[in-house]
């Protein structure tokens, strides 16, 4: 912890002194379409500072840029070295477990070169799109004194009115079984710039802020081994957000936390700042279109799950319950069924082997729980300790593979330390040659991994449904925070959020939502592998056309669109698959809201469809066809903590 503090001490010192806003620009780069631009300059100090602007109103004031190591600091004292010519970056990539499955990524890329007084040399590269900016530091060479990473002197000044929508970053070591942080707390909604953070630690990726017409959301991407993950620290002036690094307990027993620097040519992962209205923002795919290309050709086989753990407990993971669900996928045409924690000791391998075969018969995939640990989290659950270094990753892994395991959940990590990011990339590089899609747990934030290692459909960092099912305190909050989801930490990364509880909770906790609103985040929340909360006996209680509109719904998201809303109040969005688009949309507030549906929105023409909302069919829907077309919308008033859900033919 004084590690920690001293480090955000040291940030705050060197970041802010004085900048000068009227440093003339020496480069400059703007997007494809001329609404955004960044300008770089150099003030007094030596240090290079930028600012971005969108159709010429200033986003992000004049901030700091710069690297600082043991025994070397690029941050200041630099004199422009270079400005490499605009070149344009065209980029198209297929992505099956995010919302957009053909992807185009056009922006132009702009280097700036910057030495100290010995002679070396910091790169600084941007891309920028019709959607927002990235920056990302680059090393031809070693750099002596900057073999550890300890500070980046990135700042980020938004306005003083500016409003934020900010997930704080829980103590290390707390927690269940020691297990954070893992991306697992509220947002804070629509608070104002300056907000101290709740929890001392700074504040997560992703974070999404509102300075008048403008909205924009930061984040990073593209981690490699060697690289930590970072966070936002408050400033010392309202709306300055600096970079952190993570604390020191966030590493693995031994190993380093600060990131470290020994292969060249070297770059650091992107800087991420989406920027425009709210729909350019929710749309983005900046997050995967920044990170690196695939390094392994394993598939990707995104699909629907059955999951009795969120409502039935550890005590649920026993042979006859697994072969029901097993048998409720099959019903429901999913394709894989996950048996969660101590599949070990309560199944046991002989009959793990018989179910799966079991499954294999009734065309359903099987997925198997592990707990990552090693001696960095105290999670009793079992298997553990199987997964540490790659010889026993590899012999877990083979057997898995001779069961005829389709994949993994692992679960507990400790954080976003150097050595911690090399484990989740080794896990993901052993698995990877023996097909399994694997999907990782109390965890941190993806950060566009899903497109470099295609086999990962999804991970958690999120408060999920789970959490409503402890406490009513939880079940309350679920409205709001459901509704800033899409707008946050689900924009640019899949979120196994495990949604739908349609019927109930359990005894202790009265859900908050509507079954509607429930059914909505199955078209709303976007996840490689979707794990369906609701049991089978649960998804016997509601209606024929609500099954098959589940059933119906397809495995991989051709295009994705935002409709309507607002952070923390409402959401639409529109997805479309299987040759037709379903659109999801909650109401989170105290009250009734109208929402309006354009034809134009999704295509155009005359639209016709079957709508699902809350009504009077137990246990709450109710269905009617809708026909709209241009000129003659399609509204709706969404009761309070309510939803619907929309298939068009």
Partial sequence: MRAFRALASLALLGAWLPLQAATPALGEVASPDGNLRVEMALDDAGRPTWRLLRQGREVIAPSPLGMVGEGADLSRGLALAGVDPVQPVVDDYELLSGKRRHNQY???????????????????????????????????????????????????????????????????????????????????????????????????????????????????????????GSRLLDGATRGEYLLGFPDEREALPGGPALPWIDTFPWRSPWRIVAVGDLATVADSTLGTDLADPPVVAAPSVPGKASWSWPLLGDESTVFEVQKQFVDYAARMGWRYTLVDALWDTQIGEPKMRELIEYARGKGVSVLVWYNSAGDWNQAPQTPRSKLLDHASRAREFGKLKAMGVAGLKVDFFGGDGSSMIAYYLDLLADSAPYGFQMNVHGSTLPRGWQRTWPHLQTMEAVRGLEFATFEQANADRVPVHAATL??????????????????????????????????????????????????????????????????????????????????????????????????????????????????????????SGLLITDGGDVPGFARRRVEFAPGRPLELELPAAGGFVLQLD
């Fill in 106 to 228: 056009r922006a132009n890329r702009r280097v700036f070169r910057w030495k100290d007084r010995q002679g070396h040399e910091l790169a600084v590269a941007w891309q920028v799109s019709n959607d927002g900016a990235a920056f990302r530091y680059e090393l031809a060479r070693a750099v002596p004194g900057l073999e550890t990473w300890k500070r980046d002197a990135a700042t980020f000044r938004l306005s003083a009115d500016t409003h934020a929508w900010l997930q704080p970053l829980a103590e290390p070591k707390t927690g269940f079984g020691r297990t954070n942080p893992s991306y697992e707390e509220y947002y804070l909604q629509d608070v104002p710039v300056g907000t101290p953070a709740p929890m001392g630690h700074g504040w997560v990726f992703p974070a999404l802020f509102r300075s008048g017409g403008d909205w924009i959301l930061l984040s990073e991407g593209s981690l490699r081994r060697g690289d930590a």
């Fill in 486 to 607: 899409p707008f946050t930490r689900n924009v640019f990364d899949p979120m196994d959020f495990t949604p739908l509880a349609m019927v109930r909770l359990n005894d202790r906790v009265q859900r908050r939502t509507s079954p509607a609103f429930e059914l909505a985040q199955s078209v709303l929340f976007v996840s490689g592998i979707q794990h369906y909360a609701e049991t089978a006996e649960g998804m016997e209680q509601v209606p024929g056309y609500v099954r098959d509109f589940l059933a119906g719904l397809p495995e991989v998201w051709d295009e994705s669109r935002f409709l309507d809303g607002y952070p923390g109040q409402y959401a639409v969005f529109a997805r479309q698959g299987g040759g037709h688009w379903f659109v999801g949309g909650i109401n989170a507030g105290p009250g009734p809201r109208k929402v309006r549906l354009d034809a134009g929105s999704l295509g155009g023409g005359v639209q």
